[in-house]
């Protein structure tokens, strides 16, 4: 058994490329913790308008509109990857998740998601979402700390000390804008 942090993604290329790993993906939800079964979600998006700096802010709050009302459009165009953060918007997700209309094999491999929003959350829990968490995990700061360590190139130390001077430097630059307290 391994763990894929982005397993929708690695699953569905697996498939689309017509590997026969594709069968041997399986999904689960969180497993147990010390304290609770909860996994942080990769992929929640933060959707951010500025108010300032220039931008189009009737021109972003449209967008947002226009892209919550076709939530059912981006979870279908997206492979079941996009999960709609209003599930109401998306009447057939459970249809979808029953019967993978893309090929699983079982076709009910994804039925597991069904309830994800009740052992899924956001990065950075328990606190908010935020865009200095978002930008630090875009960023993938957390995963390349462990591997430099892996691979020999840092001592924990070092690559700890450089995360945290990474990850602190973009909360200051989120703080100095006004969009992360703190």
Same mark, same amino acid.
């Given at each position: 058994?391994?763990?894929?942090?982005?397993?929708?993604?690695?699953?569905?290329?697996?498939?689309?490329?017509?590997?026969?790993?594709?069968?041997?993906?399986?999904?689960?939800?969180?497993?147990?913790?010390?304290?609770? *079964?909860?996994?942080?979600?990769?992929?929640?998006?933060?959707?951010?308008?500025?108010?300032?700096?220039?931008?189009?802010?009737?021109?972003?709050?449209?967008?947002?509109?226009?892209?919550?009302?076709?939530?059912?459009?981006?979870?279908?165009?997206?492979?079941?990857?996009?999960?709609?953060?209003?599930?109401?918007?998306?009447?057939?997700?459970?249809?979808?998740?029953?019967?993978?209309?893309?090929?699983?094999?079982?076709?009910?491999?994804?039925?597991?998601?069904?309830? *994800?929003?009740?052992?899924?959350?956001?990065?950075?829990?328990?606190?908010?979402?935020?865009?200095?968490?978002?930008?630090?995990?875009?960023?993938?700061?957390?995963?390349?700390?462990?591997?430099?360590?892996?691979?020999?190139?840092?001592?924990?130390?070092?690559?700890?000390?450089? *995360?945290?001077?990474?990850?602190?430097?973009?909360?200051?630059?989120?703080?100095?804008?006004?969009?992360?307290?703190?």
């Amino acid at each position: 058994m391994s763990y894929i942090l982005n397993s929708i993604s690695a699953y569905r290329t697996a498939q689309d490329e017509g590997l026969e790993v594709a069968d041997d993906i399986y999904f689960s939800a969180a497993l147990a913790g010390p304290v609770t *079964a909860l996994v942080a979600s990769h992929v929640m998006y933060n959707w951010i308008i500025p108010d300032k700096q220039g931008v189009n802010v009737a021109a972003a709050q449209e967008f947002l509109l226009h892209y919550t009302e076709n939530l059912a459009a981006v979870c279908w165009n997206s492979k079941l990857y996009d999960f709609p953060a209003f599930p109401s918007l998306v009447p057939d997700l459970d249809s979808w998740l029953d019967d993978d209309p893309f090929g699983s094999n079982p076709p009910t491999k994804l039925q597991v998601l069904k309830n *994800a929003t009740d052992w899924a959350t956001n990065i950075g829990h328990p606190g908010p979402a935020n865009p200095a968490v978002g930008q630090i995990f875009s960023q993938s700061i957390i995963p390349v700390m462990f591997a430099e360590v892996a691979q020999e190139q840092k001592t924990p130390a070092q690559a700890l000390a450089d *995360a945290e001077a990474q990850i602190n430097a973009i909360f200051a630059d989120w703080r100095s804008r006004g969009l992360v307290g703190g």
